[in-house]
């Protein structure tokens, strides 16, 4: 069995930072893409950052500039490191990742997600 467990989430001020961090566990053979996506109350879930193996990342149009994800493969790790936080960055934030098993299946997974909350 492989699991995502996300941890970092929190209260901050405007202008403060947070650094996400999602770990994944269990009989994994390798990792492709890792990502963040985030969700706010009355909105779809939608794409922050994600990142390569190889260590090409994407970003939202919204976060470019602030937020920078990052990833250590020898972990099963990625991070995401937010400064500058807006009250729109407020949502739950949800790690992601395709997982290839040691039995080699594929798998979609996603975390349990953490909450961010920036407000004075």
């Known amino acids: 069995q492989v699991q995502l467990v996300e941890s970092g989430g929190g209260l901050v001020q405007p202008g403060g930072s947070l650094r996400l961090s999602c770990a994944a566990s269990?009989?994994?053979?390798?990792?492709?893409?890792m990502g963040w996506y985030r969700q706010a109350p009355g909105k779809q879930r939608e794409l922050v950052a994600t990142i390569t193996r190889g260590g090409s990342t994407n970003y939202a149009d919204s976060v470019k500039g602030r937020f920078t994800i990052s990833r250590d493969n020898a972990k099963n790790t990625v991070y995401l490191q937010m400064n500058s936080l807006k009250p729109e960055d407020t949502a739950v934030y949800y790690c992601n990742a395709e997982v290839v098993t040691t039995l080699l299946r594929s798998y979609d997974l996603w975390g349990q997600g953490t909450q961010v909350t920036v407000s004075s």
């Open positions: 269990g009989s994994i053979f390798s990792i492709n893409v």
